[in-house]
């Protein structure tokens, strides 16, 4: 299948997921980690790009950002947290040479219907991934800011309350739910395809607000868990 044109949307979530060349480690101890942090959390604000959750991975990162009104914002934004960290870890490391892959992939989330569910299956990787038992033990992720178990550095706190719409302890309830396979299954074939992260009736929505025909088959979405606060 063709893969479509990168496709963004004013004012609404896009999950976008950017790992290192040939899946190597972009992060090799904590400075690095903290240098990413530092720019994402100066250089969002300043591109009026909302942050409502991330996570950093050995070789990869994910993110689920916000343009506001300029669609180009997130661009700009991955733009310069790329060629950031490549030059500081080329310099740490006395090495040349690309850090990351060229594309990053990235999917309009449905804030009516997948929104929690991308928050959860971002700050689940390191769980999945066995690199500790809970979200709250990993370091480098927003599950903690977003439980409300630490203050608000990088992510928005308005905007994830605003479409989040439970307390800190119903979050954090939701989060332990176990993940149906269906629903990361979907988050994940989205993400990888560059696709929407919603139903036939979200795809509908986003052609009229871009003005972009998707044309591609639309599987129907698997059965949403309900949050209980």
């Known amino acids: 299948m063709p893969r479509i044109g990168r496709v963004v949307a004013p004012n609404m979530p896009h999950h976008v997921v950017q790992r290192g060349h040939n899946r190597n480690a972009v992060f090799?101890?904590?400075?690095?980690?903290?240098?990413?942090?530092?720019?994402?959390?100066?250089?969002?604000?300043?591109?009026?790009?909302?942050?409502?959750?991330?996570?950093?991975?050995?070789?990869?990162?994910?993110?689920?950002?916000?343009?506001?009104?300029?669609?180009?914002?997130?661009?700009?934004?991955?733009?310069?947290?790329?060629?950031?960290?490549?030059?500081f870890v080329n310099k740490q490391?006395?090495?040349?040479?690309?850090?990351?892959?060229?594309?990053?992939?990235?999917?309009?989330?449905?804030?009516?219907?997948?929104?929690?569910?991308?928050?959860?299956?971002?700050?689940?990787?390191?769980?999945?991934?066995?690199?500790?038992?809970?979200?709250?033990?990993?370091?480098?992720?927003?599950?903690?800011?977003?439980?409300?178990?630490?203050?608000?550095?990088?992510?928005?706190?308005r905007g994830f309350t605003n479409l989040c719409g439970v307390s800190f302890e119903g979050y954090r309830k939701y989060v332990a739910v176990d993940t149906p396979s269906s629903e990361a299954e979907f988050i994940s074939q989205r993400l990888e395809s560059d696709r929407l992260t919603g139903g036939s009736r979200f795809v509908k929505e986003i052609e009229l607000r871009t003005g972009i025909r998707l044309e591609y088959k639309r599987p129907g979405r698997p059965t949403v868990s309900k949050v209980k606060d």
């Open 28 to 87: 090799l101890d904590d400075g690095d980690y903290s240098y990413y942090l530092d720019t994402l959390g100066n250089w969002a604000p300043q591109l009026q790009v909302k942050v409502y959750a991330w996570c950093l991975m050995t070789n990869h990162v994910h993110l689920l950002l916000d343009p506001g009104d300029n669609v180009k914002s997130i661009g700009l934004l991955m733009k310069r947290l790329a060629g950031r960290q490549t030059r």
């Open 93 to 157: 490391e006395n090495r040349t040479g690309s850090l990351w892959d060229g594309r990053y992939k990235m999917s309009i989330v449905d804030s009516d219907e997948y929104f929690l569910q991308s928050c959860r299956y971002i700050e689940l990787n390191p769980v999945k991934a066995k690199m500790v038992i809970q979200p709250a033990d990993y370091r480098w992720s927003s599950y903690r800011e977003n439980g409300g178990l630490s203050p608000s550095v990088i992510v928005d706190r």
